[in-house]
């Protein structure tokens, strides 16, 4: 099948089987090595990306089925100063990393839609996240103080 997607800004035709993982066109066909594979069953959150403004788990996601749809990876947000105020805010907060892009996709699409989220849509946005090094707290009070100033 010829799928046909806009990656960070690009626009990208190949002719694929379009059963194949999102996740697994993005970091071998495409050498998009920030979307993480952890568990491969939509829990961990290590593969977020957005997709028409909302964010999947790449894992879980045919390729066939975002043909002619925007899809966004840290590489395509990373020069967005929302996402440069996130990295600031979140500095040596990430312990391993392993979580970190997953995370500041979730955040980035939040932070993108609404100016000031309140800690219950901060904890909400993170909740597809998992973190087993860093936790959640100091993400969420750092976050909610920056947006409350």
Do not use: H
Request: net charge positive; hydrophobic share 35%.
């Amino acid at each position: 099948m010829k799928v046909k997607i806009f990656l960070n800004g690009e626009k990208i035709e190949m002719e694929i089987n379009p059963l194949k993982r999102l996740i697994d066109v993005l970091r071998e066909d495409l050498n998009i090595k920030s979307v993480k594979e952890g568990c491969g069953e939509g829990e961990c959150g290590s593969c977020m990306v957005i997709i028409n403004e909302k964010v999947y788990n790449s894992c879980l996601i045919p390729v066939g089925s975002v043909n002619n749809k925007k899809i966004l990876t840290i590489e395509g947000i990373e020069n967005k100063k929302i996402l440069k105020e996130i990295k600031r805010r979140l500095k040596d907060e990430f312990q391993c990393g392993f979580c970190e892009n997953g995370m500041l996709i979730s955040l980035y699409a939040l932070f993108k839609k609404k100016r000031k989220p309140n800690k219950e849509e901060i904890k909400e946005a993170i909740s597809g996240n998992l973190c087993r090094c860093t936790g959640y707290q100091n993400i969420v009070n750092k976050l909610k103080i920056w947006k409350n100033s």
